[in-house]
């Protein structure tokens, strides 16, 4: 891959750690039903059907190339990654991974099937995908 | 089908703008919030005098007002200051400030992460994790449900 200088290094350990923060702190989920359509629970990241549901989008970047968005919610939160491109081989390697695992979004359960406008892969999370992979599972099917 | 005597127009009503329990943002008129003093900002980076400068630059912040070019003036001072620092002045920048100076810089933080420029990133990565240090995790909460930003 492209070498990186000094200054790119150091600033690896930071980046990781203020999104590993952020994420920290935008996970805190409770399941939350749909006000508008009874017996429904939706992701209220995707939904944004009602403003007090949602938290402020933060962008974390650690260059103009590289960054992050993390869009909360009440019950969901998108993470959205810009990957480092540097040349022409990249972008075309990157777009084409990306899509491979998008295609096949259904048995990854957090990967978002497109990307939002300007990054290249999303991971959305709901509060019940949560509780599986962090408490090892609750064997009731919610959502 | 005849058409019906009495008006339709009853179905045209966006019947969600009128339910009592919708929520609607205050509005707490802009109050003459003209974001930190430029010149005074200008003159203390210039004497080296960093922690008051980062001090003046935080007060006043412009949060309620919908200006976007006092929001953006704002966001440029506080950069140029936090960029003015030298790196093991950070952490005595930081301590010097109170809960909501250390909120106030956070939130500050992240918008400029949002507008990364040659260097700016770095630096606002250091500064993150000083005060990252200084509020934990509930200062990045409290920007994340502030529901006005600077």
């Known amino acids: 891959m492209s070498c990186l200088t000094l200054s790119q290094t150091a600033t690896l350990r930071p980046y990781l750690n203020a ?3 952020t994420l920290q702190a935008a996970l805190c989920l409770e399941n939350f039903s ?3 359509v009874e017996r429904h629970n939706k992701p209220e990241v995707e939904v944004r059907s009602s403003k007090e549901l949602l938290l402020q989008p933060v ?8 960054k992050v968005l993390i869009e909360g919610s009440i019950n969901s939160v998108r993470v959205s990654i810009a990957v480092k491109q540097a040349d022409e081989i ?5 777009h084409k991974f990306m899509r491979f695992m998008m295609m096949r979004a259904e048995n990854f359960f957090i990967l978002r099937r497109k990307p939002v406008e300007g990054y290249d892969i999303n991971v959305q999370t709901q509060t019940g995908g949560l509780r599986h992979s962090l408490h090892g599972g609750d064997r009731q099917r919610d959502q | 089908m005849s058409k019906l005597p009495t008006s339709a127009r009853f179905r045209r009503v966006d019947v969600d703008e009128y339910d009592e329990n919708k929520f609607v943002d205050e509005e707490d008129g ?3 919030q003209l974001g930190p003093d430029e010149t005074e900002v200008d003159s203390l980076i210039r004497q ?7 001090h003046v630059v935080l007060k006043n912040p412009p949060i309620n007002t919908k200006n976007q070019n006092v929001k953006d003036r704002a966001e440029g001072l506080v950069l140029k200051v936090l960029t003015a620092f030298k790196s093991s002045d950070l952490e005595k920048g930081v301590q010097s400030l109170d809960r909501n100076g250390v909120d106030l810089l956070m939130k500050y933080i992240y918008k400029g992460f949002e507008r990364p420029s040659e260097n700016s990133s770095a630096v606002l990565l ?6 990252l240090a200084a509020g ?3 200062s990045i909460v409290r920007v994340l449900t502030a529901r006005k930003t600077v």
Do not use: F, T
């Not at chain 2, 080296?48 to 980062?54: D, F, M, Q, V, Y």
């Open chain 1, 19 to 21: 999104v590993r923060a």
């Open chain 1, 34 to 36: 749909s006000q508008v």
């Open chain 1, 59 to 66: 962008i974390i970047s650690r260059n103009e190339k590289e």
């Open chain 1, 90 to 94: 990249e972008k075309i390697l990157c």
């Open chain 2, 30 to 32: 802009a109050e003459n």
């Open chain 2, 48 to 54: 080296g005098n960093l922690i008051e400068a980062l």
């Open chain 2, 126 to 131: 250091q500064w993150h994790e000083k005060a």
């Open chain 2, 136 to 138: 934990g995790v509930g």
